[in-house]
């Protein structure tokens, strides 16, 4: 019988929230990435940002050495902050004393956790930066997106501070980057330092597309974002508002404004809040999941779950930002490219060598298990 005297791989990752229950975009990467990861063999000692109603569970227990929690920082100080208010609000000391407790590699999950990225007593570990979004882009676009005077300041100014803050990464012993697209920008950014492409982590295992025709359209999403607001009032507005075909809009927490807009439209309905087991069968039932943003970076996790469960999917070129996904989509990128593509593909079926082509497209790049063999050479050779 063969015993290993290899050591136990250890890994301290420090999360911008609690990532149970992996219920949207920054924390189901998080979270099925530890799973894969503890399928692997790696000891994950966990550190979570605690806030917004989200409570401590044990499930994370189950694939994690420990876990610890730390209260988020809320407020005027944080605000303040030369730092964004996404990063001064994360910070503990009780954080950065158990992180010297060791010497094993420390993978920050986002900017938001990157407080003590560049902290002198860190300066001899390997460390991590998890890629999710080019972040200042990101609050840039939701400075164009959203409405009201108040958000629009705090989002512009976020997006500067981001800008800035930006540069800490230099810090990073080596970028995980969730698109092709933002790798690019980071290695042109960063040419320093070691910047690799690794997909997001997400729920899926195989694709569970079902051939055939459905009578609807979808758009899924968390509706309170304005980015997501903004799309839907886009689609409802500019592409389904001459059309027969009827429009799903599902999400969490729809503005106000979005469900009076979609009441003016007898094809459009509104469904608030889905649990995971609806939204699910509303994407598997859906002859179309049409998925558009204005936000060329990171990656919408919506859309490999679309991919994995859905028939057709279409989208605009943003939606794809450097995925590797383009042959599996129809893009539309104008209200006529869009309803001519609808009308188009609400008189196909969807077909079993299309299934085949997405099995064949998202097993090379999309696999957990082979993505965490990725990570896990980067990090420990």
Do not use: W
């Not at 882009?137 to 501070?161: G, Q």
Request: hydrophobic share 35%.
């Amino acid at each position: 019988m063969f015993i290993s005297n290899m050591p136990d791989k250890y890994l301290h990752i420090v999360s911008f929230d609690i990532p149970y229950p992996p219920n949207y975009g920054g924390v189901i990467d998080v979270f099925y990435k530890i799973k894969a990861l503890h399928k692997k063999g790696i000891k994950i000692i966990l550190h979570c940002y605690e806030y917004n109603g989200r409570d401590r569970n044990d499930e994370l227990k189950k694939y994690c050495e420990k876990v610890f929690y730390y209260p988020r920082i809320l407020g005027l100080i944080s605000a303040l902050s030369l730092k964004p208010y996404i990063v001064s609000s994360r910070r503990s000391e009780k954080l950065i004393n158990n992180l010297l407790k060791d010497d094993y590699p420390i993978l920050f999950e986002g900017l938001h956790s990157c407080y003590y990225i560049n902290d002198k007593r860190l300066k001899n570990r390997f460390k991590i930066y998890r890629e999710s979004n080019i972040e200042h882009l990101y609050y840039f676009n939701l400075f164009r997106a959203d409405k009201k005077t108040f958000n629009k300041l705090y989002f512009l100014f976020a997006s500067i501070k981001l800008r800035l803050y930006q540069k800490v990464l230099k810090h990073a012993s080596l970028m995980l980057v969730v698109s092709q697209k933002d790798t690019e920008y980071l290695g042109k950014h960063f040419p320093e330092n070691k910047v690799e492409y690794l997909p997001s982590f997400h729920a899926n295992e195989k694709v569970e597309s079902k051939t055939g025709n459905g009578d609807y359209a979808l758009y899924n999403g968390n509706i309170e974002v304005p980015e997501n607001a903004h799309a839907v009032s886009y689609l409802i507005n500019g592409v389904f508002n001459d059309l027969n075909i009827p429009l799903v809009v599902a999400g969490m927490k729809p503005p106000q404004y979005i469900q009076k807009l979609s009441s003016e439209h007898l094809n459009v309905k509104i469904i608030a809040n889905p649990d995971d087991e609806q939204m699910f069968d509303l994407i598997r039932n859906a002859h179309v999941n049409i998925l558009v943003t204005s936000q060329a970076t990171g990656l919408k996790l919506k859309l490999l779950n679309t991919l994995y469960k859905g028939r057709y999917c279409l989208v605009n070129d943003k939606m794809l930002n450097g995925t590797n996904l383009n042959n599996l989509c129809e893009i539309g990128n104008t209200p006529a490219e869009l309803k001519e593509k609808l009308k188009t593909l609400f008189k196909r079926n969807f077909e079993e060598d299309q299934i085949s082509l997405r099995e064949k497209t998202l097993n090379k790049y999309y696999s957990n298990e082979t993505n965490a063999e990725k990570l896990i050479q980067g990090v420990f050779g």
